[in-house]
């Protein structure tokens, strides 16, 4: 079942986000493999993102890939994201 992801992350800057999404691409396999769309909006205090999951396994894997990562690069630790179940999505 698809998920919704929504993530606050105050005091990340988007050449923060930018160098993490760097380091996440240079990682072997595909560490995106189960996104099926990601969207980072900047704010005024930070970064808000918001990722469509196939499931809720493929966004845990990701968090294991993308944590460690994060914690490297010194980004500050965001709030718990929320996490809503899918109805219906569709890609024009």
């Known amino acids: 079942m698809a998920i919704l992801v929504t993530a606050?992350?105050?005091?990340?800057?988007t050449d923060q986000y930018?160098?993490?999404?760097?380091?996440?691409?240079a990682l072997p396999g595909n560490p995106f493999e189960g996104c099926l769309s990601h969207v980072c909006v900047p704010t005024d205090s930070g970064l808000v993102i918001h990722d469509?999951?196939?499931?809720?396994q493929a966004m845990q894997k990701f968090m294991g890939l993308v944590m460690p990562v994060a914690q490297e690069l010194g980004l500050p630790q965001g709030s718990r994201p929320e996490v809503h179940r899918v109805h219906n999505y569709w890609v024009p």
Not at 8 to 13: D, I, K, L, R, S
Not at 18 to 25: E, F, G, I, P, R
Request: proline residues 0%; negative net charge.
């Open 8 to 13: 606050e992350m105050a005091g990340v800057t």
């Open 18 to 25: 930018d160098a993490l999404n760097s380091k996440l691409q």
């Open 52 to 56: 469509l999951w196939e499931s809720e």
